[in-house]
C-alpha cells in the first residue's frame, strides 16, 4: 500500500472533519438528526483507516460496510423518513422506544426509499456501491469465504488500493452531505474543492458532489 495513499486520505478525513467540526445544521430536528448520522459515519471512517494502518485489513473491509450503512442511515433520515420516524429515533432510550427503532427500515428499504424521495445525483452512488459491494461485504461481515480467503492467502494490493479509495469516496459524500445540512452554500463548494484536491485518492464523485441542497444561504 503506497505511504502517499494513506497519508493523502489521512489529510482528506481530518479536513473534513475540521468541516464537520465547525459548522451546525439549519437548526431543525430532522437536520440535527441527520448531522448526528454523519457524525457517526465519519467516526467509522476515523476506524477503518486505522485499521488498515494497523494491517488489520479484513476488520477493515468489514468496516466499510458499516460506514456505508451509516451514511445512507443519514440520507434517509434528511430526504426519506417520515417525520413519525423522526421523532421516533429522537425518543429518549428505553426498552419500549429500542423495540419501536427496531422495527425502522435497514439499508435496502432505505436505499428503495431514496430512490423515490432523494435526489437522485445523491443516491446513484449508494446504489452503485451497493450493487458492486453487498455481496462481499456480507461476506466479511459473516466470516465467509472472502475473509477467509484473505485470511489465508493476504491481502493483495489491488484489494487495498479498492478499499482505501471507497471509504474515501463514502467519506467525501458524508462531507458533502454535511455542507447541505447546513444550508450554506459556501460549506458546499469547500467540499467540492476537497473532491478536486484530493481527486487521485477519490473514486469519480461527479454524481455526490450535486446532492440538491435544501434551505440553501449564501
Given at each position: 500500500?503506497?505511504?502517499?495513499?494513506l497519508?493523502?486520505?489521512?489529510?482528506?478525513?481530518d479536513?473534513?472533519?475540521?468541516?464537520?467540526?465547525?459548522?451546525a445544521?439549519?437548526?431543525?430536528?430532522?437536520?440535527?438528526?441527520?448531522?448526528?448520522?454523519?457524525?457517526?459515519?465519519?467516526?467509522?471512517?476515523s476506524?477503518?483507516?486505522?485499521?488498515?494502518?494497523?494491517g488489520?485489513?479484513?476488520s477493515?473491509?468489514?468496516?466499510?460496510?458499516?460506514?456505508?450503512?451509516a451514511?445512507t442511515?443519514?440520507?434517509w433520515?434528511?430526504?426519506?423518513?417520515?417525520?413519525?420516524?423522526?421523532?421516533?429515533l429522537?425518543?429518549?432510550?428505553?426498552?419500549?422506544?429500542?423495540?419501536?427503532?427496531?422495527?425502522?427500515?435497514m439499508?435496502?428499504?432505505?436505499?428503495?426509499a431514496?430512490?423515490?424521495?432523494?435526489?437522485?445525483?445523491?443516491?446513484?452512488?449508494?446504489?452503485q456501491?451497493?450493487?458492486?459491494?453487498?455481496?462481499?461485504?456480507n461476506?466479511?461481515?459473516?466470516?465467509?469465504?472472502h475473509?477467509?480467503?484473505?485470511?489465508?492467502?493476504?491481502?493483495?494490493?489491488?484489494?487495498?488500493?479498492?478499499?482505501?479509495?471507497?471509504?474515501?469516496?463514502?467519506?467525501?459524500?458524508?462531507?458533502?452531505?454535511?455542507?447541505?445540512?447546513t444550508?450554506?452554500?459556501?460549506?458546499?463548494?469547500?467540499?467540492?474543492?476537497?473532491?478536486?484536491?484530493?481527486?487521485?485518492?477519490?473514486?469519480?464523485?461527479?454524481?455526490?458532489?450535486?446532492?440538491?441542497s435544501?434551505?440553501?444561504?449564501?
Amino acid at each position: 500500500m503506497p505511504v502517499e495513499l494513506l497519508a493523502k486520505s489521512n489529510l482528506l478525513h481530518d479536513e473534513l472533519i475540521a468541516i464537520y467540526d465547525s459548522v451546525a445544521p439549519y437548526p431543525e430536528r430532522r437536520f440535527s438528526l441527520t448531522m448526528d448520522a454523519c457524525g457517526i459515519a465519519f467516526e467509522h471512517a476515523s476506524g477503518v483507516q486505522s485499521l488498515i494502518a494497523a494491517g488489520l485489513h479484513i476488520s477493515a473491509t468489514a468496516l466499510l460496510r458499516v460506514q456505508f450503512e451509516a451514511l445512507t442511515r443519514a440520507m434517509w433520515l434528511l430526504y426519506a423518513a417520515t417525520d413519525i420516524e423522526i421523532e421516533k429515533l429522537l425518543a429518549p432510550l428505553n426498552e419500549d422506544t429500542q423495540k419501536t427503532a427496531n422495527k425502522l427500515p435497514m439499508a435496502t428499504e432505505m436505499l428503495k426509499a431514496l430512490e423515490k424521495h432523494g435526489p437522485s445525483m445523491a443516491v446513484r452512488p449508494l446504489m452503485q456501491f451497493k450493487a458492486i459491494s453487498a455481496s462481499p461485504m456480507n461476506s466479511y461481515i459473516h466470516s465467509g469465504v472472502h475473509p477467509l480467503q484473505r485470511h489465508r492467502e493476504g491481502f493483495p494490493a489491488v484489494l487495498l488500493y479498492q478499499l482505501v479509495i471507497s471509504s474515501n469516496g463514502l467519506n467525501t459524500m458524508c462531507g458533502m452531505l454535511t455542507a447541505v445540512l447546513t444550508g450554506h452554500t459556501s460549506v458546499v463548494r469547500t467540499v467540492r474543492t476537497l473532491q478536486t484536491l484530493f481527486a487521485e485518492v477519490l473514486p469519480p464523485l461527479e454524481d455526490a458532489e450535486k446532492m440538491a441542497s435544501p434551505n440553501e444561504q449564501n
